[in-house]
């Protein structure tokens, strides 16, 4: 069984699409949902829905948010303390990775039926790459064995006539960068801002401030050279 962990973003829907080009063997797609995906995500991921050529399972460990600030261990956020130093993440364990695999096992994968689990890592990320610790799972990469990066992929959705997706990541994902906390809508701001607000003794800004008070302008904005790549790390939707 050939199962594409789906963030919606990018990369994955690249590869679910490349399937229903013809371009990919996969048997099903797996999101697993934290609750706190941005609106254009769940936006996006309807789409997908609506135009795939395999099943797309919809998977959930629950509300993020609503856990975090319930100070439930397992949902930790990758936060920062007020010296900038981030803790340690839990989140895409147990709230992306543990509902994919239950997924999985509830498909029939296990010891006796081995998974290819299809993972929307593209060439530029060839970092991120990982074996699996399930020993009847084993991560496929298709992009990077197509040598494919991220803006390779945003073409070839161009060249097929596709929407281009939204980037993947939790309203509240520490890992976004001052463009992407920029970027909010009105709404998905006052979220973060609030989410932020409530879990003081730690921040989601990496300045390790309140968001609501951290100069956001880009740095060149503030008259200094742009020593940061602006890059979301993409640790969890790809």
């Known amino acids: 069984m050939r199962v594409l962990s789906l963030g919606a973003g990018v990369q994955s829907s690249t590869l679910l699409l ?3 080009e013809g371009q990919l063997d996969l048997d099903v797609a797996v999101f697993a949902d934290t609750q706190w995906e941005p609106a254009a995500v769940y936006a996006h991921l309807d789409w997908l829905e609506s135009v795939s050529t395999v099943p797309i399972y919809r998977v959930t460990a629950g509300n993020l948010r609503s856990d975090a600030l319930a100070n439930r261990t397992q949902s930790w956020m990758p936060v920062y303390d007020d010296a900038g130093n981030q803790l340690k993440r839990q989140c895409t364990r147990n709230y992306k990775i543990r509902p994919i695999r239950q997924q999985i096992r509830a498909l029939g994968g296990g010891p006796r039926h081995p998974v290819d689990q299809i993972i929307g890592i593209s060439l530029d990320e060839w970092q991120r790459v990982r074996t699996s610790d399930v020993a009847y799972i084993r991560h496929v990469y298709p992009l990077i064995e197509r040598r494919m990066t991220r803006t390779d992929c945003l073409a070839w959705i161009g060249q097929h006539g596709y929407p281009r997706p939204p980037r993947s990541h ?15 809508d009105g709404e ?5 801002v609030d989410f932020d607000t409530r879990i003081r003794e730690v921040f989601l800004h990496r300045s390790g401030q ?4 951290v100069d956001l302008r880009s740095q060149q904005d503030r008259g200094q ?6 890059e979301c790390e993409g640790v969890c939707g790809v």
């Open 225 to 230: 050279l742009e020593m940061f790549d602006e």
């Open 18 to 20: 490349m399937a229903r």
């Open 170 to 184: 939790c309203i509240g994902c520490p890992f976004r960068t001052d463009r992407e906390w920029r970027a909010l």
């Open 188 to 192: 998905q701001w006052a979220d973060a």
């Open 210 to 213: 309140p968001l609501i008070t």
